[in-house]
């Protein structure tokens, strides 16, 4: 698995820092205090989800500010993968390629297909339809609670969601290379 590039935001005294990675190798050099322990523990972050150096989520955190997220780009056997992880007072919140959204077919929902991580980290843009009930809505938001709750505590179930459907993950870069754009039925006995 090689990183390919990690993005962090208020990190540690990384307030805003997106490092692309050589293939081969890469060195770190720099007066002490200047982040380069601070880069190595965020990759830490990313793969085991807590520190190297505080078991504290608040230490991990910029001064002044309530949230740090670290994400980065990652290539396994030529398929990418994005990984985030959101850091908070309220614990951690761990995200592959934006994945919580399928989460939502156990839930009875049609995932969004949308996503906006520029504007906000980790938005999902929701467009219910006018004739959407309150209660419906209420619903709706009541599974997107429980879906962020089991993020932060188990965050395996959410990324191997869905798990009620007759096929639990479809093969995306597959169905991206080998399209299917035209179905014909089965000719009959």
């Given at each position: 698995?090689?990183?390919?590039?990690?993005?962090?935001?208020?990190?540690?005294?990384?307030?805003?820092?997106?490092?692309?990675?050589?293939?081969?190798?890469?060195?770190?050099?720099?007066?002490?205090?200047?982040?380069?322990?601070?880069?190595?523990?965020?990759?830490?972050?990313?793969?085991?989800?807590?520190?190297?150096?505080?078991?504290?989520?608040k230490g991990l955190i910029h001064f002044d500010h309530a949230d740090a997220i670290v994400r980065g780009r990652l290539n396994r056997r030529g398929v990418?993968?994005?990984?985030?992880?959101?850091?908070?007072?309220?614990?951690?919140?761990?995200?592959?390629?934006?994945?919580?959204?399928?989460?939502?077919?156990?839930?009875?929902?049609?995932?969004?297909?949308?996503?906006?991580?520029?504007?906000?980290?980790?938005?999902?843009?929701?467009?219910?339809?006018?004739?959407?009930?309150?209660?419906?809505?209420?619903?709706?938001?009541?599974?997107?609670?429980?879906?962020?709750?089991?993020?932060?505590?188990?965050?395996?179930?959410?990324?191997?969601?869905?798990?009620?459907?007759?096929?639990?993950?479809?093969?995306?870069?597959?169905?991206?290379?080998?399209?299917?754009?035209?179905?014909?039925?089965?000719?009959?006995?």
């Amino acid at each position: 698995m090689q990183l390919i590039s990690l993005t962090c935001e208020r990190f540690r005294n990384l307030a805003s820092q997106q490092i692309d990675f050589h293939e081969r190798f890469n060195i770190f050099e720099g007066h002490n205090g200047q982040g380069k322990t601070n880069v190595l523990e965020a990759i830490y972050v990313l793969g085991a989800l807590r520190s190297f150096r505080d078991a504290r989520t608040k230490g991990l955190i910029h001064f002044d500010h309530a949230d740090a997220i670290v994400r980065g780009r990652l290539n396994r056997r030529g398929v990418e993968r994005e990984l985030g992880v959101e850091l908070s007072a309220r614990g951690r919140r761990a995200m592959v390629d934006g994945k919580m959204a399928k989460r939502l077919i156990d839930f009875g929902y049609h995932p969004p297909t949308v996503y906006f991580p520029l504007i906000v980290p980790g938005a999902i843009m929701i467009e219910p339809t006018e004739s959407e009930s309150l209660e419906g809505l209420e619903r709706f938001a009541d599974a997107m609670l429980a879906i962020e709750k089991e993020a932060r505590e188990t965050p395996e179930l959410v990324r191997s969601a869905p798990h009620h459907t007759r096929r639990s993950r479809l093969d995306e870069t597959r169905a991206a290379r080998q399209m299917v754009l035209r179905w014909q039925p089965e000719p009959r006995d």
